[in-house]
């Protein structure tokens, strides 16, 4: 099983990004996927999640902002990130649990300047 994090970069705050992780090696229709982040000096935490079923979860923090969205067909899903705040700057990651295991994509660098 692999993830594949991407869609990261440098914009001003209002602005927009999408991130991608691609999967391989597991049917993402089957599993729950999450987008975690990390910023420097705090811990990892769920932004938003996604099940097998559709249904999503978010942070209070980006709730109206971030969209977590899964297209089957490509086995990726996706985060599309909007209004985009300073305090949104992190290292954002996705993962899967398999069969008890838990896998991580790589970070995907996220910097929202003001």
């Known amino acids: 099983v692999q993830l594949q994090a991407s869609g990261g970069g440098l914009v001003q705050a209002g602005g927009s990004l999408r991130l991608s992780c691609l999967a391989s090696g597991i049917n993402l229709r089957i599993n729950t996927m999450g987008w975690y982040r990390q910023a420097p000096g705090k811990q990892r935490e769920l932004v938003a999640s996604?099940?097998?079923?559709?249904?999503?979860t978010y942070i209070a923090s980006v709730e109206g902002r971030f969209t977590i969205s899964r297209d089957n067909a490509r086995n990726t899903v996706y985060l599309r990130m909007n209004s985009l705040k300073p305090e949104d700057t992190a290292a954002y990651y996705c993962?899967?649990?398999?069969?008890?295991?838990?896998?991580w994509g790589q970070g995907t660098l996220v910097t929202v300047s003001s």
């Open positions: 993962k899967t649990t398999f069969r008890g295991r838990h896998y």
């Open positions: 996604i099940t097998s079923g559709g249904a999503t």
